[in-house]
């Protein structure tokens, strides 16, 4: 209720009243003088009591819809200009928002080249292009198998890219193939025309629109991307993707067990030759879409097999087992 059991008491009984005197009326309630004026200010701040005309102290009821009235319009209109200004900060942000993602586009701004650190901002930038894209959209995702949550807020987009006739090709790491959601992700893409193919080496995430813009990755930082607009550099990606893009091949399902442990062979032995051409455990983890534990591990597991006690001995060691199969 918008007022309490006394005012609603007090309310009740002016209503049958021509008019109340508020110094007497607790008398005729049987209420404290205290509750008694308490009501009266709640009452009144809802203009559903008034003073009377010519009448001193007496107080006379006010129809509802009419205090209502009172009472709401002018919330009523700081509720419209809220929403007013609300309207113009939106249309606001979203003509900046276009422009942000023009200039980058086009190239007419004071750079062609953009660094965004913010994710939500470089997603938004993701969704802006995408909605432009009319022929095709080049993707390079490393790391392995991608969390279910970007898998699950890039499906719409994709498959609205392919509805509207966009040619969609994108590049995984090796290791994306053991990631079930990532294997059911491009799976359903390929069924609707999409391309996917996985690559063993080194892999830097990159998106191409239309040839017209593009985002890179940025080192030692999952949530900023370079825009860009130069077409220049967008060239040169676009020749790295097309040249990963060849040596890539189609994207299956995960393999049987017996095929997986020789997939687990390939990797260890990649390692261990990045390993013995001296590459720290960042770098192979990085080149392989695995994760740097992941690598420190299968390290740990081939020193054991080759009885080696060091990282360099066991370098040493598979360079020397591999010459000697030569």
């Known amino acids: 209720m918008i007022a309490s059991e006394d005012a609603l008491l007090l309310y009740v009984h002016a209503s049958a009243q021509v008019e109340i005197d508020p110094n007497h009326v607790h008398v005729e309630l049987g209420i404290a003088p205290e509750r008694v004026k308490s009501a009266v200010r709640e009452l009144v701040a809802l203009q559903l009591l008034q003073p009377c005309v010519n009448c001193g102290t007496a107080l006379t009821c006010v129809d509802p819809e009419r205090a209502a ?10 509720a419209h200009e809220q929403r007013v200004a609300v309207d113009e900060l939106r249309a606001g942000f979203k003509e900046l928002s276009d422009w942000f993602v023009n200039r980058a586009t086009t190239g007419r701004g004071s750079r062609s080249i953009e660094l965004v650190t913010d994710l939500t901002t470089v997603l938004e930038v993701i969704g802006q292009l995408a909605g432009r894209a009319t022929t095709q959209v080049l993707t390079a995702q490393p790391g392995g198998g991608r969390p279910e949550e970007s898998l699950a807020e890039a499906v719409g987009r994709d498959e609205s890219l392919i509805r509207r006739g966009v040619s969609l090709r994108t590049l995984y790491q090796h290791s994306a193939r053991y990631s079930r959601p990532t294997a059911a992700y491009a799976e359903r893409l390929t069924a609707q025309g999409a391309q996917v193919r996985i690559v063993p080496g080194e892999l830097t995430r990159m998106i191409i629109f239309d040839d017209s813009c593009g985002l890179l990755e940025v ?6 991307a370079l825009i860009v607009g130069d077409r220049h550099v967008l060239n040169f990606m676009t020749q790295v993707f097309e040249r990963t893009w060849l040596a890539a091949e189609p994207f299956s399902r995960p393999a049987p067990d017996d095929a997986a442990k020789d997939a687990i062979d390939g990797v260890r032995a990649t390692i261990m030759s990045l390993l013995a051409a001296g590459l720290d455990d960042r770098s192979i983890a990085k080149r392989l879409g695995i994760s740097q534990r992941t690598c420190q591990r299968h390290v740990a597991e081939v020193m054991t097999i080759l009885g080696a006690t060091s990282r360099f001995q066991a370098g040493y060691l598979y360079r020397e087992t591999q010459s000697r199969r030569r």
């Open 69 to 78: 009235a009172r009472v709401l319009a002018p919330l009523e209109q700081q």
């Open 219 to 224: 080192q030692d930082n999952s949530s900023a």
